[in-house]
C-alpha cells in the first residue's frame, strides 16, 4: 500500500529493495526530497508524530557521527557526504501486525496533506534547531 500510494507524492520516494533480491519487508522506507516537498524530513516527522504516528528517522545519524567515531581528529567525520544525505532524507513508517491498509492510506493522506501546504506549515514553523522543529499547533 505505502509502495503505490506513495507515487502520487510529488517528493517522496519508497525505497524498495534492490531487484533480485528477497526481502522480509520488516521495513517501509521512503525518501524525502526537501525541494521538491518543501518540509524537512525532521519536520515532517514532527507533523506525523503530532498525528500519533510513529515514524522514525532511518540510518540516522550514520556511523561516522556517534563516538567514538566522530572525534574531532577523525578523518572519517566528513567523508561520507553520501551517508549524511541518506540519514537526513530516510523515514522509517509503521509497519508491524496492527498496522492496517487503512492505516497506511490515513498516513498517505497526512503526508499528502502536508505537501499540499507546505509553505503555509514552514511559514508558522519555528525551528529550535536542525534536529527538534516545533509544530504550529
Known amino acids: 500500500t505505502y509502495r503505490n500510494d506513495i507515487r502520487s507524492l510529488r517528493g517522496l520516494e519508497f525505497i524498495d529493495h534492490a531487484r533480485g533480491e528477497d526481502s522480509n519487508y520488516q521495513y517501509a522506507s521512503l525518501s524525502v526530497d526537501e525541494q521538491q516537498t518543501g518540509l524537512s524530513r525532521d519536520l515532517l516527522l514532527s507533523i506525523l508524530r503530532a498525528e500519533n504516528i510513529i515514524a522514525r528517522r532511518?540510518?540516522?545519524?550514520?556511523?561516522?557521527?556517534?563516538?567514538?567515531?566522530?572525534e574531532a581528529h577523525s578523518p572519517l567525520t566528513d567523508t561520507f557526504r553520501v551517508t549524511d544525505e541518506l540519514s537526513n532524507s530516510l523515514i522509517q513508517?509503521?509497519?508491524?501486525?496492527?498496522?492496517?491498509?487503512?492505516h497506511c492510506h490515513r498516513i498517505i493522506e497526512i503526508m499528502g496533506f502536508c505537501l499540499d501546504h507546505s509553505e503555509e506549515i514552514q511559514s508558522?514553523?519555528?525551528?529550535?534547531?536542525?534536529?527538534?522543529?516545533?509544530?504550529?499547533g
Open 124 to 136: 508558522k514553523t519555528v525551528l529550535l534547531d536542525e534536529e527538534r522543529p516545533l509544530n504550529f
Open 93 to 102: 513508517l509503521p509497519i508491524n501486525g496492527e498496522t492496517t491498509i487503512s
Open 58 to 70: 532511518y540510518f540516522h545519524p550514520g556511523v561516522h557521527r556517534i563516538p567514538p567515531f566522530n
